[in-house]
């Protein structure tokens, strides 16, 4: 799975949990994804292009 379509994936969970939760006021935990969700973008891409380095 590529970044492109990992990132479209993600949105559409993204939207679709704001849809759900619409009528609360989430609009602090909806900003808290941005603190966290680059560092694990990254983390993903990184791991995708590692290999184990441990046979176990």
Same mark, same amino acid.
């Given at each position: 799975?590529?970044? +492109?379509?990992?990132?479209?994936? $993600?949105?559409?969970? =993204? !939207?679709?949990? *704001?849809?759900?939760?619409?009528?609360?006021?989430?609009?602090?935990?909806? +900003?808290?994804?941005?603190?966290? $969700?680059?560092?694990? =973008? !990254?983390?993903? *891409?990184?791991?995708?292009?590692?290999?184990?380095?441990?046979?176990?």
């Amino acid at each position: 799975m590529g970044v +492109e379509e990992r990132k479209g994936k $993600l949105n559409q969970i =993204i !939207r679709g949990w *704001t849809n759900y939760f619409k009528p609360a006021d989430a609009r602090r935990l909806l +900003e808290t994804p941005d603190e966290w $969700l680059p560092s694990r =973008i !990254r983390m993903v *891409t990184w791991h995708q292009n590692t290999r184990l380095r441990f046979p176990f």
